[in-house]
């Protein structure tokens, strides 16, 4: 459910947060609005029996034996409080205060069954000229004010539901026109990003609106002209390097041509045989080079490929790497079977995994087979590999990616704790 969450877009995360915010602030200002209500009818209560204390104050002061005000709401008595009794029950019973302290009692459905008895009762406390205590009742029932006071609470009730609504939608369309706006900008980015990866373009790009976009923007669009400068010289590097090696390479060739001929024993051709080999494969290699840098929709020449054979040979050259060591080559591609394939690619590719297997082979065996269009090659060792070894294994390993890319084929490396396996997948390969 989180991973879900977070990928939300942007605009579908502000609208919840917001129309979050805006029912949160609606419920707070209807409670708020609710304890003001309450809170005012308290503070009505009490400043009615305030006055009716202070002018009774300035009438007492001409007159001394003036009575007490009384009327069928408020009425004032003199050092305790008047027994009021619903259903059997002195309300105001145990009701302790002090000087000029207001309390309110509310006659609700736990004092009585009946709708009839319900009301308020505020209670104030005074003190007559520093020494009587006179305590200020004021009743409201519900039954003589319950019609009109509904009225009145059903009309505000309206009018703050509507202010509510108009609150809400008020927000609604804000939200709609500032998402509109944003997921416009944000479409905008999201095609312009599209298109200039596609294309690896490194034009400027446009003014999205936001500050946060264009920085966004900006580091795209100079990460791919990075990225672009940088195949650039490694294409460049890759074509110069590949056409100065054909010289010496033409050279060696040419050479060996006239070593041969001059060789008189047989201990000499083994070497020349394998110095023409290496000089034949360091020439297949220039030219997949070459070719990968064109990036041409024209394959390699593809030909038919005895697997056995082409093991056996890279397992010959590549045997100098493992002279001195106590390492065994276990073969297990006999029944291989013939297969159509661009011969150079392939050679560069398995001879790789061979030469890696090799090179970082001290102690153990290096099995090279065969499984249903499958070359795998294991090495293992009897001790496990240093981290200087594991960082240098594996050279060569982004050509030989890039021709798999090319082809179609899946190479797949597994470490171990004593060496590395390479599975190097032929799809949609004819076999003879």
């Known amino acids: 459910m989180s991973d879900a969450l977070v990928r939300l877009p942007i605009r579908q995360h502000l609208v919840t947060f917001f129309m979050s915010v805006s029912i949160l602030s609606v419920l707070l200002f209807g409670y708020l609005l609710g304890q003001h209500f309450v809170f005012g009818l308290e503070d009505s209560v009490r400043l009615r029996l305030l006055a009716e204390w202070r002018s009774y104050q300035e009438i007492h002061q001409d007159d001394p034996n003036a009575p007490l005000p009384k009327s069928y709401v408020v009425s004032f008595h003199r050092e305790q409080l008047p027994e009021i009794n619903i259903d059997g029950i002195d309300v105001l019973a145990g009701l302790s205060l002090k000087d000029d302290q207001f309390v309110m009692v509310f006659i609700d459905e736990q004092v009585t069954d009946s709708f009839h008895k319900e009301g308020i009762i505020g209670v104030s406390r005074f003190r007559l000229n520093a020494q009587q205590v006179v305590y200020g009742i004021a009743r409201f029932e519900h039954r003589l004010i319950s019609d009109v006071a509904d009225s009145w609470f059903e009309s505000r009730a309206q009018v703050i539901i509507l202010i509510g609504v108009v609150y809400i939608l008020a927000v609604l369309l804000v939200l709609w026109g500032y998402n509109h706006r944003l997921r416009r900008k944000t479409e905008k980015l999201v095609d312009w990003s599209e298109w200039v990866s596609s294309r690896?373009?490194?034009?400027?790009?446009?003014?999205?609106?936001?500050?946060?976009?264009?920085?966004?923007?900006?580091?795209?669009?100079?990460?791919?002209?990075?990225?672009?400068?940088?195949?650039?010289?490694?294409?460049?590097?890759?074509?110069?390097?590949?056409?100065?090696?054909?010289?010496?390479?033409?050279?060696?060739?040419?050479?060996?041509?006239?070593?041969?001929?001059?060789?008189?024993?047989?201990?000499?051709?083994?070497?020349?045989?394998?110095?023409?080999?290496?000089?034949?494969?360091?020439?297949?290699?220039?030219?997949?080079?070459?070719?990968?840098?064109?990036?041409?929709?024209?394959?390699?020449?593809?030909?038919?490929?005895?697997?056995?054979?082409?093991?056996?040979?890279?397992?010959?050259?590549?045997?100098?790497?493992?002279?001195?060591?106590?390492?065994?080559?276990?073969?297990?591609?006999?029944?291989?079977?013939?297969?159509?394939?661009?011969?150079?690619?392939?050679?560069?590719?398995?001879?790789?995994?061979?030469?890696?297997?090799?090179?970082?082979?001290?102690?153990?065996?290096?099995?090279?087979?065969?499984?249903?269009?499958?070359?795998?090659?294991?090495?293992?060792?009897?001790?496990?590999?240093?981290?200087?070894?594991?960082?240098?294994?594996?050279?060569?390993?982004?050509?030989?990616?890039?021709?798999?890319?090319?082809?179609?084929?899946?190479?797949?490396?597994?470490?171990?704790?004593?060496?590395?396996?390479?599975?190097?997948?032929?799809?949609?390969?004819?076999?003879?």
């Open 200 to 432: 690896s373009s490194t034009e400027t790009p446009p003014d999205f609106g936001f500050d946060e976009y264009n920085r966004v923007a900006q580091c795209l669009s100079t990460s791919i002209r990075k990225n672009t400068e940088l195949l650039q010289r490694e294409q460049k590097f890759l074509s110069h390097a590949s056409h100065e090696l054909r010289t010496p390479v033409a050279i060696i060739s040419a050479n060996l041509e006239i070593l041969e001929l001059t060789a008189t024993s047989a201990s000499q051709h083994a070497p020349l045989a394998r110095i023409t080999r290496a000089s034949d494969n360091m020439k297949r290699i220039i030219e997949t080079m070459l070719w990968l840098v064109r990036k041409s929709d024209t394959p390699p020449m593809q030909a038919e490929v005895a697997i056995p054979a082409l093991l056996d040979g890279l397992l010959e050259d590549h045997g100098y790497l493992l002279s001195d060591r106590d390492v065994s080559v276990i073969k297990e591609y006999d029944v291989a079977p013939t297969l159509r394939l661009p011969v150079t690619p392939f050679r560069v590719v398995v001879s790789n995994l061979v030469r890696n297997a090799f090179q970082y082979s001290y102690s153990g065996t290096v099995t090279i087979g065969y499984y249903t269009e499958c070359v795998v090659v294991e090495n293992r060792n009897l001790e496990p590999l240093d981290t200087q070894l594991r960082e240098g294994f594996g050279f060569g390993h982004d050509l030989t990616a890039k021709i798999c890319r090319r082809f179609g084929w899946r190479l797949d490396t597994q470490e171990t704790d004593v060496g590395y396996i390479a599975r190097l997948s032929l799809c949609n390969i004819s076999s003879d």
